[in-house]
């Protein structure tokens, strides 16, 4: 791979840049701030989250709620709302999926 983004490099061109995985989305959109993996923080862990919502169809519905914020289903610490501009529909989408898989 590093040779080729070297011959690419000498010709003037480059390689597109890797996506970001979920975590990483949901990292710079500062989601981990308050949530870990496996790890109860100020919020619930992801693992937590999923098995709240294992079985169930709940991907839009999460994807509203971290849009929208809330509080009281995971305890009384409000999650402040995320708008568009903090994390795009595609990462949200994208990080709700790997958050139920967890």
């Known amino acids: 791979m590093r040779t080729i983004a070297l011959l690419l490099a000498g010709l003037g061109l480059t390689l597109p840049a890797a996506a970001a995985t979920p975590e ?3 990292s710079k959109a500062g989601c ?41 289903v995971f305890g009384p610490i409000p999650m402040p709302p995320n708008p568009p501009e903090k994390i795009s529909d595609a990462d949200l989408k994208e990080g709700v999926g790997w958050i139920l898989k967890q």
């Open 24 to 26: 990483e989305s949901l």
């Open 32 to 72: 981990m701030a308050c949530h870990a993996k496996d790890k109860k923080l100020v919020g619930p862990s992801f693992k937590d989250i999923a098995a709240k919502y294992k079985g169930q169809d709940a991907a839009a519905a999460m994807a509203q709620k971290v849009r929208s914020g809330g509080k009281g």
